[in-house]
């Protein structure tokens, strides 16, 4: 069939996605760039908040439409919102032909096969489900990604074993499983054949990579094994301030490759509300690290992500969000409205707060961290970073790219002949961006012309 995937949410989708490409091609099955083409449209889905959820609902309104109208196609739901109860009823309602989970995406090929030999026999449409955690999709091995590929990602552990009440994930991705060294080496020497510039490892807890199997390494020595393979970058996401140890720290410090970049959730800076989301750490710890990283490291980049209006947050645990973010200065936060998701702890125990109170607090806490985003962002004005330019920016003047630290740099688009790395004179700071010029271009950068 002519297949396409949409994928939504985090980065271990769009890896997912690379996982379930590689499938339909090794099945035979044509991937189009376009979903007007597709016989088949693939979503990779994401259930962690509502407002995800509410994108796929949309797309799936449409695609409905489309079939009313006597379009020939079939939709196949895919990620996490696939294995819930909600993935379920919403598949049931918009005539979902496929429903696979995150655990069983190594089933497509036989869930289309099913799909299409029930077509064939002309019976009746039945949805076809696939919703196992599969083991060997550990070991399962995704192909590079093509030529000229700048940032490679290799997931390298799948699941997680906290039960953070506010969280979906354990349920949709089931229990932590790491994989096998030889794989992920595999993936990453691959990439590096391809001309890949940094590779990022992905997981939802990566700091817990090996502890659930004696026979794989630690992370810290994981880090310093993929940096052994030689890429110009190394960075990791995401991590969890539980199992932040000393030696994870020391790696990052001692390899040479390995971005000072860390991002580490924080959620609340009030131990009762931690208390509440069952986040197995409390405030002190968290500084602790922040401390110790900020001595080992004093470049680092530092980003977290918060959840604004947990059940029960008072304006005092609010206020201890805030000092928090006064007293660590994140570089950078994502930061989230509690989104009550059904099937979680907290939706089943707790009142959720008034809309507007979440809103509320979460615009002043935007406001501060802009504030600290601006303050930590200048730091780098008049200094010279390296950046991996990889794409020609909205505004059609500048080419964007990520420093080693993460942050989005822009320099004037006329000056880059190439995409790759280069180095950037920093001229001025936003809360959100780096804008500079090159000072110097490194000549064996991964050419790729920038009218392509
Ligand atoms: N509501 C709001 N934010 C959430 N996150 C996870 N679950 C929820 C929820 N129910 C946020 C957390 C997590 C990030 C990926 O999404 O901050 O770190
Ligand atoms: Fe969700 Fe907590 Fe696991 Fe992160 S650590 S995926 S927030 S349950």
Redesign the pocket.
């Known amino acids: 069939m002519r297949a396409h995937v949409i994928t939504f949410g ?1 980065q271990m989708n769009e890896y997912d996605t690379l996982t379930i490409q590689s499938e339909l091609v090794a099945g035979g099955h044509d991937l189009v760039d376009h979903p007007r083409d597709a016989q088949l449209i693939l979503l990779n889905t994401c259930a ?2 509502g407002k995800p959820v509410e994108k796929v609902v949309s797309v799936l309104g449409d695609l409905r439409k489309e079939k009313a109208a006597g379009r020939d196609l079939a939709i196949g739901l895919m990620g996490c919102l696939a294995q819930l109860d909600e993935g379920r009823e919403i598949a049931r309602k918009f005539g979902v032909d496929l429903l696979v989970g995150p655990g069983a995406i190594t089933d497509i090929l036989p869930a289309i096969e099913a799909f299409e030999a029930a077509r064939d026999a002309g019976a009746a449409r039945s949805r076809i489900d696939r919703l196992d955690f599969r083991t060997d999709l550990v070991g399962h091995l995704t192909p590079p990604p093509a030529f000229g590929t700048l940032t490679g990602f290799v997931t390298i552990m799948r699941g997680c074993d906290h039960h ?1 009440t ?4 354990p349920q949709t991705r089931g229990p932590e499983v790491s994989r096998p060294l030889a794989a992920i080496l595999h993936e990453a020497r691959a990439m590096r054949d391809q001309g890949v510039e940094e590779v990022v490892l992905l997981g939802q807890n990566v700091n817990s990579y090996g502890r659930d199997d004696p026979a794989v390494p630690s992370f810290a020595e994981l880090l310093r094994a993929v940096a052994d393979v030689g890429f110009p970058r190394v960075k990791f996401t ?1 991590s969890h301030p539980m199992n932040f140890t000393s030696d994870v720290i020391d790696a990052i410090a001692e390899t040479p490759g390995v971005c000072d970049y860390v991002h580490l ?1 924080v ?1 609340s800076g009030s131990d009762r509300v931690l208390r509440r989301m069952a986040r197995e750490y409390r405030r002190e710890r968290y500084l602790e690290i922040v401390a110790e990283l900020r001595a080992k490291l004093p470049d680092v980049v530092l980003t977290t ?3 604004v209006g947990f059940p029960g947050e008072t304006e005092e645990d609010f206020a201890q969000t805030l000092a928090l973010y006064d007293e660590v200065r994140f570089d950078a936060a ?1 930061m ?6 059904p099937g ?1 702890p ?1 939706h089943a125990r707790f009142d959720d707060l008034p809309r507007e109170v979440k809103s509320e607090r979460l615009g002043r806490l935007v406001e501060r961290q802009k504030h600290w985003s601006l303050e930590a962002n200048r730091r780098f004005e008049g200094r010279e970073v390296r950046v991996l330019v990889k794409e020609l920016g909205r505004d059609g003047v500048h080419a964007v790219g990520h420093s080693d630290q993460h942050h989005t740099v822009l320099v004037p688009a006329t000056q880059v002949q190439r995409m790759g790395l280069h180095t950037v004179r920093v001229e001025h700071a936003t809360p959100h961006a780096l804008y500079g010029r090159l000072a110097g271009t490194r000549h064996d950068a991964v050419a790729l012309p920038l009218a392509s």
Do not use: E, K
Not at 336 to 341: D, E, K, L, Q, V
């Open positions: 985090c962690v908040r953070c506010y969280c979906i994930v995401t959730p959620q992500d918060i959840i994502y989230f409205a509690y989104s009550a998701r979680t907290a």
